[in-house]
């Protein structure tokens, strides 16, 4: 029996037209798009949410965390799902699902509805993601590559940065509801586009086999139990916790499993073997670096505007707008870029401004506000289009044209999960360096310091003449100072997080000169 590797997949014919080939992309790009708005958009809309469910904080965070689940167990399936079902039938089918999915998560009464819905959209968003990038390295030829994955670029960078504005406005503004609803008018377009304008899938020439559902069901036991792990793992306090604990032997018996056994059948549901591209391998480590660069450190700043800043969800989004337009901008000027300069180095200089973005960031202070916030989000949204678009150039356009699906889904399940990790990384050392410097702060604030004792006396000669009696003022300018200490301790925090993923992005660079050379190449420069 011929291994998964040798196995003629499905292949699109090319479109004959211009026209037909942009509103391919156009059709791919939208389905992107849905998948990766949605997996922010929900982010400032939690609170309404669990008013209107009657959902405690626990059980209201099972809405991001079960599409986050659902997402990350179906992007490395979708090149198996492509090759049984069709390309064009698996795309357009999860594009109809996810706008079915959306209407229900609208239309939801109770939290486990809500829910099962989310699961639903996570489940059909995978493949909009990978599938999406995989149609567009298939259907454009290696000097159109860069243009064409810029457009799938714009969505997936500003995509994160566009959820929150979105969201923001309108649970604001109409009911959060309808962030859900908002998903209907383009599903619908997008899968009137799909269905028109891309190529219809050959007559399967696949052998029949039967499905690996051992393969399955371990890789769902590994990819959700990490996920889980990553999602919950501070709010249970990590290994403290016997779920999260059971959750890591789980994640790391299960995936050992599933590795072994994917490269030991012949017909494997991920092809792993599709590694053995030094540039796939290599890529997919700097995916998952920047993911965290790219989700995780973005993560950490609409909590300090609202933390510290004191910014609404709408104000929130407002002020990540302009990073995302940044991106959108830079992002064409990058696709055209990688037909002239090799790839590796517009990564590396995406990565030293990307790095500069991040120490900017790290030198926030209690009088940082939205204009020192301006600058630094700015940059990291021209930066990160630098990376990421050659990125996906140099790790997948030099691999041969039947191992690009499998490679897509790899490639980015490495983000999603680098996006994971780093988010649950940051969260706790956000944590921990905030009772860190929180416990410094206090020892040097003892009650016998002079300078100490006069804050504390303007303060209670504030509040006395604001009507207080003394005893009443003094408790209040003593809670003032307590909740001064906690403002500085968690913007201490902020600065330490920033700088360590600054360390983390620049550390990471070396791995470019294992990437393969592809300047806008796409999968034909391999033939």
């Given at each position: 029996m011929a291994t998964a590797a040798a196995i003629p997949a499905r292949i699109s014919v090319p479109p004959k037209t211009g026209f037909f080939k942009w509103a391919i992309a156009v059709s791919a790009a939208l389905g992107a798009m849905l998948e990766i708005v949605d997996t922010s958009i929900v982010n400032v809309a939690l609170n309404d949410m669990q008013a209107a469910l009657g959902a405690t904080l626990s059980e209201i965070g099972w809405v991001v965390t079960s599409y986050a689940i659902a997402n990350v167990i179906i992007l490395p399936l979708t090149a198996w799902l492509g090759n049984v079902f069709g390309k064009k039938r698996y795309f357009v089918f999860s594009l109809a699902a996810f706008t079915v999915a959306s209407m229900l998560c609208g239309m939801a009464t109770s939290l486990h509805m809500l829910i099962a819905a989310r699961i639903l959209q996570g489940l059909c968003g995978g493949g909009l993601l990978a599938k999406a990038q995989t149609i567009l390295f298939e259907n454009f030829p290696p000097e159109e590559q860069g243009t064409a994955q810029g457009i799938f670029g714009v969505c997936a960078i500003a995509g994160p940065a566009i959820g929150p504005v979105l969201g923001g406005y309108i649970t604001t503004n109409l009911n959060w509801r309808w962030i859900f609803y908002v998903n209907l008018p383009v599903g619908i377009g997008a899968v009137i586009m799909s269905t028109i304008f891309l190529p219809k899938d050959e007559e399967n020439t696949r052998p029949k086999s039967g499905v690996d559902w051992l393969g399955i069901a371990l890789l769902i036991a590994a990819v959700g139990s990490i996920q889980t792990l990553l999602e919950q793992g501070q709010e249970d306090n990590w290994f403290e916790s016997p779920f999260i604990t059971a959750l890591a032997v789980t994640a790391a018996m299960s995936g050992s499993l599933f590795v072994w056994r994917q490269l030991n059948i012949d017909n494997p549901v991920v092809d792993l073997r599709v590694l053995k591209h030094r540039s796939l391998a290599a890529g997919s480590v700097f995916s998952a670096v920047l993911g965290m660069g790219l989700y995780g450190a973005l993560f950490a700043v609409p909590i300090y505007a609202q933390a510290i800043l004191g910014y609404t969800s709408q104000?929130?989004?407002?002020?990540l707008a302009p990073s995302a337009l940044a991106s959108a901008f830079v992002m064409p000027i990058v696709g055209k870029l990688t037909n002239k300069v090799d790839g590796r180095i517009l990564i590396a200089v995406g990565g030293v401004i990307l790095t500069v973005a991040i120490v900017m960031l790290s030198?926030?202070?209690?009088?940082?506000?939205?204009?020192?916030?301006?600058?630094?989000?700015?940059?990291r949204g021209i930066g990160t289009?630098?990376?990421?678009?050659?990125?996906?150039?140099?790790?997948?356009?030099?691999?041969?044209?039947?191992?690009?699906?499998?490679?897509?889904?790899?490639?980015?399940?490495?983000?999603?999960?680098?996006?994971?990790?780093?988010?649950?990384?940051?969260?706790?050392?956000?944590?921990?360096?905030?009772?860190?410097?929180?416990?410094?702060?206090?020892?040097?604030?003892?009650?016998?310091?002079?300078?100490?004792?006069?804050?504390?006396?303007?303060?209670?000669?504030?509040?006395?003449?604001?009507?207080?009696?003394?005893?009443?003022?003094?408790?209040?300018?003593?809670?003032?100072l307590d909740g001064l200490v906690a403002k500085q301790s968690a913007i201490l925090s902020f600065d330490d997080m920033f700088f360590l993923v600054a360390v983390f992005v620049i550390a990471s660079l070396p791995l470019v000169i294992f990437l393969g050379k592809a300047k806008g190449k796409g999968p034909a420069a391999a033939h």
């Open positions: 104000e929130t989004g407002y002020l030198d926030m202070n209690p009088n940082t506000g939205k204009e020192e916030l301006y600058w630094p989000l700015i940059i289009p630098l990376m990421f678009l050659p990125l996906s150039l140099a790790a997948i356009g030099p691999l041969p044209k039947k191992d690009i699906p499998a490679a897509s889904g790899i490639y980015n399940l490495t983000r999603q999960l680098g996006g994971s990790v780093g988010i649950a990384l940051l969260t706790t050392i956000l944590a921990r360096r905030e009772s860190f410097h929180r416990a410094i702060l206090v020892e040097n604030l003892g009650v016998s310091d002079p300078s100490v004792q006069d804050r504390v006396h303007l303060m209670t000669s504030a509040f006395v003449a604001r009507g207080m009696d003394v005893v009443a003022a003094k408790n209040a300018a003593l809670t003032a």
